[in-house]
């Protein structure tokens, strides 16, 4: 039987952006990626963008019983940026295209209708700053197999209790829940 799916936004789960800039939370290092102007050109002028991570996640991930998969405003950079300082292998990507950051009128996520589209009725867990009851109804409408949306709170990043509920649905993602669960 093959895996079950897990898709990892960055910003938020990965890369704690929202915790207090002064302080680099511990056991992360720091990344300065480059920010790409309209024109294509790398500008030194622009400040680059300040990524925190935990090397420590690529190894964790991949023990967790998911088959990996970046769900991100990265898309392929992640594996160019993200992935190296994890230690994770390039990792296939959703491709959000023409919906890339496109606010939906329903208040569904951009990215949930690809996901869902992605996993193609595969169980999957998702880990992610800005998931709604909107998005787990679209995904209890939309997917027929067992979907966690896990969201994790973009000043701590994930966590070892994050963790545990992710391998927890990675061994039997038909399983009820176990207690403790963050929303
Ligand atoms: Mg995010």
Do not use: Q
């Not at 190894?59 to 994770?88: E, H, K, S």
């Not at 996901?115 to 409408?141: C, I, K, M, Q």
């Not at 969201?151 to 176990?178: I, Q, T």
Request: proline share 10%; aromatic share 10%.
């Amino acid at each position: 039987m093959s895996r079950p799916l897990l898709f990892l936004d960055v910003d938020g789960p990965l890369n704690p952006y929202a915790a207090k800039p002064e302080r680099r939370p511990d056991g992360y290092t720091t990344l300065r990626v480059p920010v790409e102007r309209e024109d294509g050109d790398l500008s030194s002028r622009r400040r680059p963008l300040r990524v925190w991570l935990d090397p420590e996640h690529g190894r964790i991930l991949l023990r967790l019983g998911f088959d990996l998969c970046w769900a991100t405003t990265w898309m392929g950079d992640a594996n160019r940026w993200i992935a190296p300082v994890l230690g994770l292998p390039a990792l296939p990507f959703v491709d959000f295209g023409d919906v890339l950051l496109r606010e939906r009128p329903d208040g569904v996520h951009w990215k949930t209708g690809p996901v869902v589209e992605y996993a193609g009725g595969r169980p999957f867990a998702w880990v992610d700053d800005e998931l709604s009851e909107l998005d787990r109804a679209y995904v209890s409408a939309h997917h027929r197999a067992p979907g966690l949306l896990h969201h994790v709170d973009p000043r701590v990043g994930l966590r070892v209790d994050d963790f545990r509920a992710l391998a927890g649905f990675g061994r039997s993602p038909g399983a009820p829940p176990a207690t403790g669960l963050r929303a």
